[in-house]
């Protein structure tokens, strides 16, 4: 199918000015971490870059753990990114070689490594390495440069890296780094037009061979992203991303960012977390399919199969009803009645139950589901996770329809407006904390502190299980949220958090750019 217009298709901008990244308040900071790059970059590796790579973490305004399931979700990018600064030089012998060095290196400690004979380097996923991230990028652009032109000969490469998106923050660190990893192997490498969409589909297949079952969002987010827009990323029939504006209201439309302090990182997690989550959704999918009778067709989920496939395999059979097909709403309300049908055991599923349903041996269903990204759990609470999917597809789309809707004129309806769409992010945090179990005490608190204060909604942000929180607030009680969460939440929890640390914890954000050289 031909991709419509979108934000996918436009190349990747090359900028020369620091203002077009960064917001007004930031300005001063950025432009001393890039000059204190550059400089520790020349110190390093004695010639200053040719150039930098940028990829920003990402905010998920609402749509959470849907993305792998092919469901609509919207980000916006953020300031906080990761910076490569590069140069290269032919091979000083037969294969490439790229020097790795980052700015904190008493925490990240410099590495080489030389790609082998097929242009690639091995990438140990059992392991935490901080250069993973990089590799993951650098194979797929490598492989993406090599496609074109079997001759394709990789230059050596001199990088250094900076990151201000917190590791385990839920805001989509992995992705950025990632992204600008790939970004500056392919400029590296003398390509310069490159669009957004295949940086993105680089990147999405680059993260999962470092262990993380990635859906896609974090890295649309990360390259396609729109100062002062929210981001409306569509995974079906095909990944598509439109720039989405908010209604201008006085006071604007305010979001804050909050960090939990509790880390939760996708690799380390990820058997009992995020990838269990993965095959549980998958699991559902195929578990009702069998029920009907339906063949679920492979699509672009991270396991093939997907709760989105499911809809439209149902919708697709002789078993839908035909009023209300092509309404979106009635459908997915349509899909949340089939789980309740189909999945009717709260207590969840054994192994053995799965297979019988998919008449397939418990050791078929290990390997098909359960290999590629390793996961532990006895029991898979297929009920909960699905209707999680559904009912977030639907909150999705009606966020985006109150958003597009006409502006509101008055005061009185802007609080309307405000109210409905925080009653959806809120209703967000309670299927994240009690259906779909991705939550923590630390989360909920934070929301629950700034729900009291005037927050309109309130919800975890990204994998969740530690990391950060999304609010959307009214522009008139930031300090008061802010002052609420210093004093009942971060001086209760972490009484010896330094005052850096404090100032950092809490962002008021504005929609940033994305991935740029």
Known sequence: MAHSADAMDEPIPVNASLSALYPIDALQFEEQRWKTLVGKFASEFGHNPAFVARSPGRVNIIGEHIDYSLYDCL?????????????????????????????????????????????????????????????AGAVGALALLAKPRPDFVPLSMQVLIDGTVPAGGGLSSSAAFVCASALAVIYGNGVHAVTKRSLVEL????????????????????????????????????????????????PPITFMIAQSYVTSDKHVTGPVCYNLRVVEVTLAAEYIAAQIGLTL???????????????????????????????QPARLQHMLSLVERYLP????????????????????????????FPIRAD???????????????????????????????????????????????????????????????????????????????????????????VHLVPGDKTDDIRKAWEQEYYAKKFPDLSQEKLE????????GEGAMM
């Open 379 to 469: 029991r898979f609470l297929l009920r909960q996770r699905a209707l999680h999917v559904y009912s977030e597809a639907l909150r999705v789309h009606q966020f985006i329809s109150l958003i597009q809707a006409p502006a509101p004129q008055t005061q009185a309806d802007s609080e309307i407006l405000l109210k409905k769409l925080g009653g959806l992010m809120n209703e967000t945090q309670d299927s994240c904390k009690e259906v779909f179990e991705c939550s923590c005490p630390e989360l909920n608190d934070i929301c629950q502190i700034a729900r009291k204060h005037g927050s309109y909604g309130s919800r975890l942000t990204g994998a969740g299980w530690g990391g950060c929180s």
């Open 75 to 135: 980000p916006a990018g953020i300031a906080a990114d990761v910076v490569i600064a590069v140069s290269t030089s032919k091979p000083n012998g037969s294969n490439a070689s790229i020097d790795i060095a980052n700015v904190n290196p008493e925490k990240f400690k410099p590495q080489t490594f030389t790609l082998d004979a097929h242009h690639t380097v091995a990438i140990d996923s059992s392991t935490h390495e901080w250069t993973n991230y990089f590799k």
């Open 297 to 327: 067709p492979k699509d672009a989920s991270s396991l093939e199969q997907s709760l989105r496939g499911l809809e439209e395999a149902y919708f697709g059979s002789h078993h839908a009803p035909k009023d209300g097909e092509n309404d």
């Open 345 to 372: 055991d709260t207590a969840g599923y054994d192994r053995q139950q799965i297979a019988d349903a998919l008449k397939i041996s418990v050791s078929e269903l290990e390997s098909r589901y359960m290999t590629k």
């Open 504 to 511: 950092e914890a809490v962002v008021v954000s504005q929609p």
């Open 203 to 250: 990147a999405i297949v680059s993260e999962r061979s470092v262990g993380v079952n990635s859906g896609g969002m974090d890295q649309t987010g990360s390259v396609c992203s729109k100062s002062g827009n929210a981001l409306h990323v569509s995974f079906f029939p095909d990944l598509s991303a439109k720039a989405i504006s908010f209604p201008e209201l006085d």
